[in-house]
């Protein structure tokens, strides 16, 4: 049975970039864990990769079957969701299993596998920084990089709760202090 990473952080801190980088490193054995969004896709982000995309109606009725872990309303109207089947499937299959989630939903997964899994909070430098992060990246309208900003207080103020604290200031740093975090994890 495999183990759970969470990743978690304030959106724009550099969790998909650091787990980018570790899913190249196949002595790992670690599988992402799609969740389902409603919000639209961006960029180059494809259906079946960095998420399902499905609208607020579908999420609803996978609410009432019961098909998520967990779910979360992150910004108004979009939803995020992770499935259970994925998890179940990857973890039986002996994967490591990659979760990207807000705050609040890394709390919960946190606490639904307790020693199974290991909960990572990536902390950018400062809330200046994530905000230049979100810019540069490009993705995301003015309005909706000020929601992200928003919530940022909130969500750096609940990283004591998390396993591990790395700090996202030089990505090679904070890549290879996650690594090292994973290895230990996963080999205990
Ligand atoms: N250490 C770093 N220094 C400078 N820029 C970085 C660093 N880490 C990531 N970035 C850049 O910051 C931007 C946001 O990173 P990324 O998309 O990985 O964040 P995220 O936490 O996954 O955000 P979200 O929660 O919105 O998905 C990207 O443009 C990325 O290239
Ligand atoms: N609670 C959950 N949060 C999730 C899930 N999937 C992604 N997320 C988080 O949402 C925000 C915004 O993501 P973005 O792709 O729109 O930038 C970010 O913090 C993600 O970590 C999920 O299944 N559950």
Known sequence: MGKLIIFSAPSGSGKSTIINRLMQRPELHLAFSISCTSRAPR???????????????????????DEFLEYEEVYQDRFYGTLK?????QAARGE????????????????????????????PPSVEELRRRLVGRATDAPEVIEQRIARA?????????????????????AVEETYEAIRSFIEE
């Not at 079946?48 to 079957?65: A, D, L, N």
């Not at 089947?85 to 499937?89: I, K």
């Not at 909130?154 to 998390?162: M, V």
């Open 43 to 65: 960029g180059t982000e494809q259906n079946g990769v960095e998420y399902f995309f499905i609208t607020p109606e579908e999420f609803r009725e996978r609410i009432s079957r």
């Open 85 to 89: 089947e994925q998890v179940e499937t």
């Open 96 to 123: 490591n299993v990659v979760f990207d989630l807000d705050v609040k939903g890394g709390c919960n997964i946190k606490k639904f596998y307790g020693d199974r899994a290991l909960s990572l909070f990536i902390q």
């Open 153 to 173: 207080e909130f969500e750096l103020s609940q990283a004591p709760k998390f396993d591990r604290i790395i700090i996202n200031d030089d990505l090679e740093k």
